[in-house]
């Protein structure tokens, strides 16, 4: 019972440890201030990817664009838009900084492509397994299929 009575003493001050910086508390609080819906604040408070109504109500709101960067950044968001989602931002009075940042996210974010080792093949053409089949090779050339 001691036990859990320190448990429930001591958790309190885990989770703050764990809570927002002060930069993130001065953001929310400015979207908050600027009036944006409570479903993008919301969204913002749970850490949640923002969609593109997100980010133009952000906008409309008159939200500074460095805020909306910021949390885009430490979200890590992927966007793929097309020229009608940009033109749509940009007309939305999006800033162009945040709309350039949206643009770049798939080349930041993505993995790199992952080579497969590239060897000659029995014919001397490129095989893709991986490098060189050291056989047997038997009609139909797989290995194995010889008994």
């Known amino acids: 019972m001691k036990y859990f009575r320190l448990l429930v003493l001591i958790l309190p001050l885990l989770l703050?440890?764990?809570?927002?910086?002060?930069?993130?508390?001065a953001d929310y609080a400015a979207v908050q201030r600027a009036g944006v819906n409570s479903a993008t604040y919301n969204k913002m408070?749970?850490?949640?990817?923002?969609?593109?109504?997100?980010?133009?109500?952000?906008?409309?709101a008159g939200v500074n664009s460095g805020i909306v960067l910021r949390y885009m950044q430490n979200?890590?968001?992927?966007?793929?838009?097309?020229?009608?989602?940009?033109q749509g931002l940009l007309n939305a009075?999006?800033?162009?900084?945040v709309v350039d940042y949206m643009i770049s996210t798939p080349r930041l974010y993505q993995?790199?492509?992952?080579?497969?080792?590239?060897?000659?093949?029995?014919?001397?053409?490129?095989?893709?397994?991986?490098?060189?089949?050291p056989g047997p090779y038997c009609y139909p050339y797989r290995r194995g299929y010889c008994r």
Do not use: F
């Open 93 to 97: 009075g999006v800033s162009r900084s």
């Open 16 to 25: 703050t440890a764990c809570g927002l910086s002060e930069q993130q508390k």
């Open 45 to 60: 408070l749970q850490g949640m990817d923002l969609s593109l109504y997100d980010v133009k109500a952000l906008a409309k």
């Open 75 to 86: 979200q890590g968001t992927i966007y793929v838009l097309n020229a009608g989602d940009i």
């Open 111 to 133: 993995a790199p492509p992952v080579t497969v080792g590239v060897g000659v093949g029995y014919w001397g053409g490129p095989y893709w397994g991986g490098g060189y089949y």
